[in-house]
């Protein structure tokens, strides 16, 4: 599987994204309004330009001469971990409500136990 660095900076309110390791002669350079638009596009254009979508990414973020790779990477990994905590936590408490109501306890004595007020409760509760 080829694999080509791509490296990252902010250009003038863009992403700006070139990719290294082409082919001579050949050059591919992006510029996305928004970050979350970043990997699609360049591996759209790339899978475009090369006929090929079967290749490897190497991204690499600066500016301002400095690095910033590791740092984006561990904070959008620890973004995604939360929200998978977020969820996990959301189906856990939607399985207690409901045992601890057909338990019989009423939502202040379910909300209390949560941690939670009884106003959400009994939102969670409607839903």
């Not at 970043?38 to 090929?52: E, H, K, M, N, Y």
Request: charged share 25%.
């Amino acid at each position: 599987m080829a694999a080509y660095a791509v490296n990252v900076t902010r250009e003038d309110g863009m992403w700006v994204a070139v990719v290294g390791g082409l082919p001579v002669n050949t050059f591919a350079a992006y510029e996305i309004d928004h970050f979350s638009e970043l990997d699609d596009a360049v591996r759209s254009g790339l899978a475009d330009l090369i006929g090929d979508d079967d290749f490897h990414l190497d991204w690499h973020f600066s500016g301002s001469g400095l690095e910033f790779t590791e740092s984006l990477v561990q904070a959008l990994e620890a973004a995604d971990e939360a929200e998978r905590s977020r969820e996990a936590l959301a189906r856990s408490r939607s399985a207690a409500i409901q045992k601890m109501r057909l338990a019989g306890l009423s939502l202040r004595d379910i909300a209390d136990a949560l941690q939670m007020s009884h106003q959400r409760v009994s939102q969670l509760v409607s839903t």
